[in-house]
């Protein structure tokens, strides 16, 4: 199995173990020799940590939600232009943490229209999508359980304003809890959905159980794809 000049991301919701599976992909690359490079979404640049900052740091109830969007999609370009595309070019595994699948969930659960999720991210990254992208998933219920975090049951808001918040690991927590446990299900839904509209390769991969036999998957689907 060759993971040179792969481009492999890895999302789900919250809870879902992403940085756990992370750093046993990049073991692996480690053992067989190989090289890989880290790309973390949102950010993971100079520019995209400034376009970061603006996110966390702004009420967004200010901000259009189709800004909000674009500027996810702006620190994207960046990200591929100056860490994705090169370490492809040079050979090495990019190892992505979310990308645009994230805000395919988040977004389109809030009622954002997926095709034009879809032409703007053509717009950011052109033709550098994932070769493959690993969804992990688990119910809503659980990924708080394992973040601490609280189901909130409340009506919530009725527009789109900030739901992307949830793709940050360092977002308030009254931020990333103030959706109802009904929106996080439909997040849930539009992450099981990707394989049907986004391009490139989605796999599912049933990350309820212990990170052992996630990753057992994680290696099954990475030698179908990639043998």
């Known amino acids: 199995m060759d993971l040179g000049g792969k481009y492999i991301v890895f999302d789900g919701p919250d809870g879902s173990g992403k940085g756990t599976q992370i750093d046993r992909l990049k073991a692996l690359i480690d053992a067989a020799g190989g090289r890989w490079t880290y790309a973390k979404d949102p950010g ?51 190892v992505g943490d979310r990308f645009i699948s994230a805000t ?46 609280t189901e909130k049951h409340q009506k919530g808001r009725g527009d789109a304003h900030g739901d992307q918040l949830n793709m ?34 989605v796999e599912i991969i049933d990350a309820t159980r212990d990170a052992n036999a996630v990753f057992s998957d994680v290696k099954k689907v990475l030698q179908r794809a990639f043998s």
């Open 104 to 149: 395919c969930a988040y977004q389109v659960a809030a009622g954002f229209p997926r095709e034009d999720i879809i032409a703007l991210g053509r717009l950011a990254v052109e033709d550098t999508w994932p070769d493959l992208t690993l969804i992990l998933d688990v119910p809503p219920e659980l990924g708080f359980q394992r973040t601490g975090r």
């Open 168 to 201: 940050f690991a360092d977002a308030h927590v009254d931020a990333m809890e103030r959706r109802p446990l009904e929106f996080h299900r439909r997040v849930r839904e539009c992450f099981l959905a990707l394989p049907e509209y986004y391009p490139g390769r």
């Open 44 to 94: 993971g640049t100079p520019i995209g940590e400034r376009i970061r900052h603006i996110l966390l740091g702004y009420d967004l109830s200010l901000m259009a939600p189709r800004c909000e969007t674009l500027l996810f999609m702006a620190s994207r370009a960046q990200l591929v232009a100056e860490i994705v595309r090169p370490a492809l070019s040079e050979g090495r595994t990019v």
